[in-house]
C-alpha cells in the first residue's frame, strides 16, 4: 500500500520533513499543469485532487486540508491527517476560543463553507468549559499569506524577506488578539521556527511535530516496506530536481533515487 501526497508545486512537499522517517513507499502526485493551485478558485483544486484521488484507489492520500475536509465523506482512502491534527493537537489547547487563520485563497474561500461543521462542532474540553472567556464557537480572524509559497522554490526558509513579510502578517492577529494560530495549508509549516520567533508569548502555534504524532498514529499499522519515493508528474520536474534542499528531504539525504514517471492525462484510465 502507498502513501499518496498531493501538490501543485512544493507547498506539500514540507512534509516530508516527518514521512521521510517511515519506511514506506510514497507517490507524489506532481500536478504542475496547475500550479499554484492555492491561487486558483476552490472548485479547481477539489477537482485536481479528487481526479487523483479517484484514478488511485489503493494509495492512502495525503492531500490539501481543506480539500481533505471537503473530500474526506467522499473517499474513504484520505488520511484525516488535518483534521486530527487540529481536534487533537491544536483546539484542545485554546484558552479563550480566539483562533487566527492562515492560508492561500483557495484554502479561506473553501473554509467559508465548511467552518459551521469544522468549528461550531467542536465540543470544549473541560477546562475550556470552565474558562469564563472561552467563545462558544471561536471567534475567528482570517489573513490570506499568498506570497509565501513562491518563497518555497528559491529562498531559506528563514530568509529576511520571508521574516519581515511573516512580521507583518502576524501583527494583525496579535492586534485581534487571537490564542491560537490555525494552518489551512500545510506550507505554513516550512516557516515555523519564523513564525515561532515573531508570534510571542501570547499566541499558540502547534508546530510540525504536532502533525506528525496524528501521521503516526493513523499509519501504524501500514504495513513497512523499504522507504521509496516515485514522483507522477504531468508536466515538469526540473525545478524539484535541481533543488537540493527538497531533493535532500525526499532522498533522506542521497539514499534513495526519485523514480520520475510523467503521464498524459487523456490516457490516464486505470488505477495502479
Known amino acids: 500500500m502507498k502513501i499518496g501526497v498531493w501538490t501543485s508545486w512544493m507547498e506539500n512537499l514540507i512534509l516530508f520533513k516527518f514521512l521521510n522517517k517511515y519506511d514506506f513507499e510514497f507517490m507524489i502526485f506532481w500536478d504542475w499543469n496547475w500550479r499554484p493551485i492555492g491561487d486558483k478558485w476552490s472548485q479547481s483544486l477539489l477537482q485536481r485532487v479528487e481526479f487523483a484521488v479517484k484514478n488511485y484507489q489503493n494509495v492512502f492520500w495525503i492531500v490539501p486540508p481543506m480539500a481533505e475536509k471537503a473530500l474526506s465523506s467522499k473517499f474513504k482512502n484520505i488520511i484525516p491527517l488535518w483534521h486530527n491534527y487540529i481536534y487533537n493537537q491544536v483546539l484542545p489547547y ?64 528563514r530568509d529576511w524577506m520571508v521574516r519581515k513579510i511573516i512580521k507583518f502578517d502576524l501583527r494583525y492577529f496579535k492586534d485581534a488578539k487571537v490564542d491560537t494560530l490555525v494552518p489551512l495549508t500545510w506550507d505554513v509549516f516550512a516557516f515555523e521556527k519564523a513564525i515561532k520567533s515573531k508570534l510571542g508569548k501570547r499566541i499558540k502555534f502547534h508546530w510540525l511535530k504536532d502533525v506528525e504524532i496524528e501521521f503516526h ?56
Not at 471561536?138 to 499569506?145: D, H
Not at 504531468?234 to 537540493?244: A, C, M, P, Q, T
Request: positive net charge; proline residues 4%.
Open 94 to 157: 485554546s484558552i479563550v476560543g480566539r483562533l487566527g487563520l492562515v492560508g492561500d485563497f483557495a484554502s479561506l474561500e473553501m473554509f467559508e463553507k465548511i467552518q459551521k461543521e469544522l468549528f461550531q462542532t467542536y465540543t470544549p474540553n473541560d477546562r475550556q468549559k470552565q474558562t469564563k472567556g472561552f467563545q462558544r464557537p471561536p471567534y475567528i480572524w482570517f489573513k490570506e499569506v499568498t506570497l509565501r509559497k513562491y518563497f518555497l522554490l528559491k529562498l531559506s526558509f
Open 217 to 272: 498514529k493513523l499509519a501504524k499499522d501500514v504495513p513497512k516496506k523499504n522507504y521509496n519515493v516515485e514522483v507522477l508528474a504531468n508536466g515538469r520536474v526540473d525545478f524539484l530536481l535541481r533543488e537540493k534542499k527538497w531533493m535532500w528531504l525526499l532522498q533522506r539525504g542521497k539514499q534513495i533515487n526519485l523514480k520520475i514517471i510523467n503521464f498524459d492525462e487523456s490516457n490516464l484510465h486505470s488505477p495502479i
